[in-house]
């Protein structure tokens, strides 16, 4: 099974999982890494690189990070560019994590990505029409 | 005027960056500049690929920073400086290039420094170069975000590591 390391701002990876827990279950194989303020950039590789070995059982590892371009992401794709079977989605939202968990148990490595990428953006959605209150008569 | 902020920030282009600071000001081009970093094309290569995509990035080494902000180039521009350590702004002044005002960004604990603030940690050698700066009449600030006091810096540090500000 492919492994999962969640990278954020703060505390919110933990609060992800706990989320995703809350749901789906209890998950094998994913590890958290939260930046702290005081945080350097080296220490917070090394963090990511040992979860990373943790989670990692040869099928591949996926980091999720909050931010593009932000220190979580900065330190996933600086791991990721020296590392086999190892990617990086950003913008990592309580669906796609519940996607992930689901399909982690027959989806390779790049078949996660796309699944990443697609329950990610849609799982972003808005009041129906259908639920909308009535205008009023 | 080119350069518009000059920024010490240890994690170099991060969330702070793309989202405060580049809503902020209108940057169209930012330089990270430190030797060891643009000597790392892993890093350069990073750097470049989180680009927002107002403004392009360039990772130069100290002197190709100076040289390339006092030329031609730089005077059509909006320049956002990101270097590492309080060392590099001094090199940067004493290489040549003019800035009224050096802010320090996120200063992580190194081996030897002493702490500030949760974000600010800061060396014997940092110290110095931040007197020398302060001497020379540079106005040292603390702004993590755009919104942060733009109060005089050097006075806390002064007060706080008295024995390196010596």
């Known amino acids: 099974m492919v492994g999962i390391v969640l990278v954020s701002h703060g505390e919110m990876a933990v609060g992800m999982l706990e989320a995703a827990r809350m749901i789906v279950g209890p998950q094998e194989g994913i590890a958290t890494v939260c930046l702290r303020e005081s945080d350097a950039v080296e220490g917070l590789m090394e963090r990511v690189g040992a979860a990373i070995k943790e989670v990692d059982t040869g099928e591949g590892v996926l980091i999720l990070v909050d931010l593009f371009g932000a220190s979580p992401f900065n330190a996933g794709a600086r791991l990721a560019m020296q590392r086999d079977k190892t990617e990086v989605v950003s913008g990592v939202n309580l669906p796609m994590l519940l996607e992930l968990c689901m399909q982690r148990g027959q989806q390779d490595l790049n078949q996660l990505v796309a699944t990443a990428r697609s329950a990610g953006t849609g799982g972003i959605r808005t009041l129906p029409e259908t639920l909308r209150k009535a205008p009023p008569a | ?166």
């Not at chain 2, 282009?13 to 500049?33: E, K, M």
């Not at chain 2, 190194?110 to 009449?137: M, P, Q, W, Y």
Request: glycine share 6%.
């Open chain 2, 1 to 166: 005027m080119p350069v518009i902020h000059v920024r010490m920030d240890n994690r170099l282009i991060h969330g702070q960056i793309l989202v405060s600071w580049n809503a902020s000001f209108r940057i169209d081009h930012i330089i990270v500049t430190n030797d060891v970093v643009a000597s790392d094309p892993l890093q350069v290569t990073l750097l470049k690929a989180v680009a927002p995509l107002t403004a392009k990035v360039s990772v130069l080494t100290i002197k190709d920073c100076v040289t390339y902000c006092n030329g031609p180039e730089a005077e059509k521009e909006s320049i956002f400086i990101i270097a590492k350590y309080p060392e590099d702004g001094l090199a940067l002044v004493e290489g040549g290039l003019k800035m009224p005002v050096l802010n320090l960004g996120n200063q992580a604990f190194v081996r030897g420094s002493k702490k500030i603030s949760n974000t600010v940690f800061l060396t014997e050698s940092g110290v110095k170069a931040l007197k020398t700066l302060h001497d020379k009449g540079i106005r040292i600030t603390c702004r993590m975000m755009p919104a942060d006091s733009e109060r005089e810096y050097w006075p806390v540090v002064e007060k706080t590591l008295p024995e390196w500000a010596k």
